[in-house]
C-alpha cells in the first residue's frame, strides 16, 4: 500500500496544475489534489489499468474541481476580502476574477516532464490564460482543458464528463466563441512581456483552432 500511496503521490504536480486551471486558485488546487489523493487512494483497488493512472487521477481530479466549484461556500466570502467596515461604508463591487492568484511552475509541471511537455504547459497555468478560463462554465471548462492542453480525444472527455462526443464538441465551439470576445487584456497585469507573448499565442491557437 505505501508503494501505491507512493505512486500516487508521483502525479502530485500535474494534478496541482490540472486543479489550477479548473479553479484559477493554487489554495483551492491544492485542496483539491488532496481530495483527489483520498479519493484515489479509497478507489485504487478498482483501478482495472484500461487507463494510464494519470488519466485516472486526472478524471478524479476534475469530479474533484467540479465539486469544488459547485460548492459555493468554498469561494471567499466578501466579509474575508478586506479589513472590517461598517454599515455607512460605500458598497464595494469587486471583480469575478479578483481571488485570482499565479501558481508557481514547480507546483503544477511535472518534473519528470519532457522538455517539450514542459514547454506546453508552461503557458497554460500563467495567469492571464487561467483568468480567461475562469469566465466559462464548468463542464466548458473542464472540457477546453482537458482536450486543449491534455490532448485529450472528444471521447475520452465524453467518457470522463458522462456527456456526448457531440456534447463535447458543442461545448468546446461556445468555449472558444466565448474565449474569443475575452481579450487577455482584461485579466490581471501581473505578466512580464514576453510570458504576455507567450500567453497571447497559446490563446489565440486555443481560441481559433477548429474542432
Known sequence: MVQNVSHLDQHRAALTGHCYRMLGSAIDAD??????MVRAWKSL??????????????????HACLDALSDRKRRERPI?????GTVDDVLEERPRA??????????????????????????SIRLAFVAALQHLPPKQRAASILTEVLG?????????????IAGVNSALQRARAALATRPLGDAPAVLTRAQTALVDSYYDAFATRPV
Open 98 to 123: 479578483h481571488w485570482l492568484e499565479p501558481s508557481p511552475d514547480e507546483k503544477a509541471i511535472p518534473a519528470d516532464g519532457d522538455p517539450a511537455e514542459r514547454l506546453m504547459l508552461r503557458p
Open 45 to 62: 483497488d478498482g483501478f482495472d489499468g484500461r487507463s494510464s493512472l494519470r488519466t485516472w487521477l486526472y478524471r478524479i481530479a476534475t
Open 152 to 164: 485529450w480525444s472528444a471521447a475520452e472527455v465524453a467518457t470522463t464528463l458522462d456527456t456526448s
Open 31 to 36: 485542496d483539491a489534489v488532496q481530495e483527489t
Open 80 to 84: 474575508e476580502g478586506g479589513p472590517h
